[in-house]
């Protein structure tokens, strides 16, 4: 059976010396690479694997076929620092498609391996609407671009309505994806324009036919790069979880923002759960519908809030989750993890606990790799106590601890596996289901050397 992943390629220019393949790039000064790692997932088997790439306009881009004696042998990953199979200029989309089950990220970094990055994940299958929730125009010097790409199999118009009511158009072909960039959107005005804020909202992608789409955004600030995912409906919950809340911490504050994809106001309340620092905490605040608020940088920070507990500047590095919905609306989230003096930050999406499984596939894990190291959180989102245990590809090292309700095992990689270990991992639950999130982080460089995407359940 073929299996595909969408992957929604933002790239721009070929930047790399002999390697680099990118694009150009969205909004001013910055241009795009984009590396790709592939996980096969069968643990008996190879993967044969082609990558197929789509311009704008629909025409086809190039291919790169990972077959035969190029397959991805079984329970291995391939790591691509630069996209090969596709010329320089490239701004597009791409399917990855295979004859087993695999997981794939995507590494995109601005200005070169020494400018910024940022990090999201490939998906299994599209759908409309797709939520945003955080968009910025102009806020302290941030603007957001995306690609929505069709993952059907006929033209489809895309419709973008951001929380302030103004709308973009896009005419889209199968398999390829229109750009969005915000920094050129009047539109997006500040409603009080003082100072630096500009526009902070959220927003929600359509497509004519409900034609299947998804999206990949990229937050640009002056050195700092953060990417996400757009979230489909069935991504939605009325209780997300996220699995590694980091603030406080060395420099790193964490901002969690929750959008309401429902028809109705609703008062949501996080509970934090500490893994390595910190105390349980609680945070209310209200959602209007068809918008978004941003938690956990009140509760965390300098002043007490009227609806939470957190203690004020404290450092905290856990867990959270939603455990109160008043109109029991369906949100999705994403949590930015930001270090301004280091000029490093990096976000991730919240997840659907309804959607987890006792596997956890980690696509990309490193050890002192040309500077580059990960370290990852693995939640525990069941009502029972469980054991998690996380392997290597290529090693005999593992993680194991037991993990309550709530809580995650937190796990650095450095000094652990090997000098220049790159690979892989699974995590797997002996009772309950699990989800989880990887930081990248490079120890050399002074730039945004940070990046986090999502593990894939299987």
């Not at 079984?74 to 498609?97: D, P, Q, R």
């Not at 009080?192 to 990949?216: D, F, L």
């Not at 290529?394 to 937190?410: E, H, R, Y």
């Not at 989800?435 to 299987?458: C, H, K, M, P, Q």
Request: hydrophobic share 40%; proline share 4%.
């Amino acid at each position: 059976m073929n299996k595909k992943l969408i992957l929604v390629v933002v790239l721009s220019l070929l930047l790399m010396a002999v390697m680099a393949t990118s694009v150009g790039a969205q909004t001013t000064g910055v241009t795009y690479s984009v590396g790709v790692q592939i996980k096969n997932l069968d643990q008996a088997n190879p993967a044969n694997v082609t990558i197929t790439y789509y311009n704008q306009d629909g025409t086809s881009a190039g291919t790169l076929n990972l077959t035969g004696t190029n397959a991805i042998a079984a329970g291995s990953a391939k790591t691509y620092a630069v996209l090969e199979g596709v010329s320089a200029g490239f701004n597009g989309s791409a399917v990855i498609s295979s004859d087993r089950q695999v997981a794939a990220i995507a590494n995109v970094f601005g200005n070169g391996f020494s400018g910024m990055g940022a990090s999201y994940t490939a998906l299994a299958n599209g759908a409309s609407p797709v939520n945003i929730p955080l968009v910025f125009r102009e806020h302290f010097g941030f603007n957001t671009w995306f690609n929505v790409q069709n993952a059907g199999s006929a033209e489809t118009t895309v419709t973008v309505r951001f929380d302030n009511g103004t709308t973009q158009v896009a005419t889209v072909k199968p398999g390829a994806a229109a750009t969005f960039d915000q920094k050129s959107n009047a539109a997006l005005a500040d409603p009080a324009p003082t100072g630096n804020a500009g526009y902070v909202g959220s927003a929600t992608i359509t497509s004519s036919n409900n034609t299947p789409i998804v999206a990949t955004l990229l937050q640009q600030g002056p050195t700092t790069l953060l990417g996400f995912d757009g979230f489909l409906p069935s991504q939605a919950s009325a209780n997300p979880v996220m699995p590694l809340i980091n603030t406080n911490n060395f420099g790193y504050i964490t901002g969690i923002q929750i959008q309401n994809t429902g028809a109705t106001a609703t008062n949501v309340t996080i509970t934090y759960t500490p893994s390595q620092a910190g105390a349980a905490c609680t945070e209310m605040l209200s959602i209007a519908p068809a918008s978004s608020t941003t938690f956990a940088l009140g509760a965390f920070g300098s002043t007490s809030g009227a609806a939470e507990t957190c203690a004020n500047d404290a450092r905290f590095v856990g867990s959270a989750r939603v455990t109160a919905n008043s109109a029991n609306m369906p949100l999705v989230a994403i949590v930015n993890q930001l270090n301004s003096p280091a000029n490093k930050g990096a976000s991730y999406g919240a997840f659907n606990s309804t959607l987890a499984t006792q596997t956890v596939e980690l696509p990309l894990i490193m050890d002192r790799n040309f500077g580059y190291f990960t370290g990852f959180a693995i939640m525990n989102v069941g009502t029972t106590a469980t054991t998690i245990t996380c392997t290597y590809t290529g090693s005999s090292f593992t993680d194991s601890a037991s993990v309550a309700p709530g809580g995650a095992l937190t796990v650095q990689n450095l000094n652990k596996l090997a000098d220049k270990y790159v690979g892989a991992a699974t995590c797997t639950s002996t009772a309950s289901p699990i989800v989880g999130v990887v930081n990248e982080l490079g120890t050399l460089a002074t730039s945004d050397s940070f990046l986090v995407y999502e593990g894939a359940n299987r």
